[in-house]
């Protein structure tokens, strides 16, 4: 069974950094595109930063240059390092990972991702 447990969000000024961090259990492989979205309140979830398979990296518009995201296999961790914070960055915050079918090497379709509970990020003015 597959768990994803976000930690590391809160309440932070403008200007300020925050790290989130993802814990993955149960059958998530370092090789597994893994990512992170936000959604805030009356908006859709959109995507922040991700892995693809190979280790490359995608980041929204909106946050490039000020997120990075990165993993750490050993430990099972993903992470998203937050700096130069801004008010419209205030979300709950979602760790992804898209399910990967061990017959095929393929990823299921999305709704079969694996999802996390969210952290809650804000930021003040």
């Known amino acids: 069974q597959v768990q994803l447990v976000e930690s590391g969000g809160g309440l932070v000024q403008a200007g300020g950094s925050l790290r989130l961090s993802c814990a993955a259990s149960?059958?998530?492989?370092?090789?597994?595109?893994m990512g992170w979205y936000r959604q805030a309140p009356g908006k859709q979830r959109e995507l922040v930063a991700s892995?693809?398979?190979?280790?490359?990296?995608n980041y929204a518009d909106s946050v490039k240059g000020r997120f990075t995201i990165s993993r750490d296999n050993a430990k099972n961790t993903l992470y998203l390092q937050m700096n130069s914070l801004k008010p419209g960055d205030t979300a709950v915050y979602y760790c992804?990972?898209?399910?990967?079918?061990?017959?095929?090497?393929?990823?299921?379709?999305?709704?079969?991702?694996?999802w996390g509970q969210g952290t809650q990020v804000t930021v003040s003015s």
């Open positions: 149960g059958g998530i492989f370092s090789s597994n595109a």
């Open positions: 992804n990972a898209p399910r990967l079918n061990l017959s095929s090497g393929r990823y299921y379709t999305a709704e079969y991702d694996y």
């Open positions: 892995f693809t398979s190979d280790g490359s990296t």
